[in-house]
């Protein structure tokens, strides 16, 4: 598959034509173009979502793209809007697309909820791992990590094991 790119001026819609090339690839089942599409996109959206192009592109995606397309351009969209959703809302352009894309709002609201599921979680913990007495603790457990230690014991246990001896 040809992999050459081009340098498209600021006017050009590259985010468009993306997710239109996206979009070829997922209706003539093409893995490899809707892979090139999807890395470029990412790149391009992570800095340029403020722009008109990005509301054309997520259009263009939502239009064409079946939902049943899962680990795709839709969850990269998701993923950019949950970020930056505060700013996208106060834009019309967006708001519309919003308006008309009621899926969208569902990819967006998974992808905030898997990020808070890996959030820090901070609580005080009963500590029964360490040979001392239990002792409580309070300690931020990271779900990007199995095992969390003991600030008191420097015991370190499972996230799971510490998430049964949190102190409500």
Known sequence: MYR????????DDAMTQIA???ALGEMYCVPELKETAATEFKELSSTDWEKVDFANAVRVIY?????TDKGSIREIIAEVVAKNYKALLANPEFEAVLDDFGTLGKDVLRSLA???????KEGV???RASVYSSHNVR??????HDQTTCPYCGTTSY????EKWEIK
């Open 114 to 120: 898997k990020e808070t599921a890996k959030a820090p």
């Open 4 to 11: 050459g790119s081009y340098i498209l001026t600021e006017n």
């Open 159 to 162: 996230n799971d094991q510490w």
């Open 125 to 127: 913990y009963s500590c």
């Open 20 to 22: 239109r090339a996206y």
């Open 139 to 144: 300690l931020t457990i990271d779900h990007n």
């Open 63 to 67: 239009d064409s793209v079946p939902d």
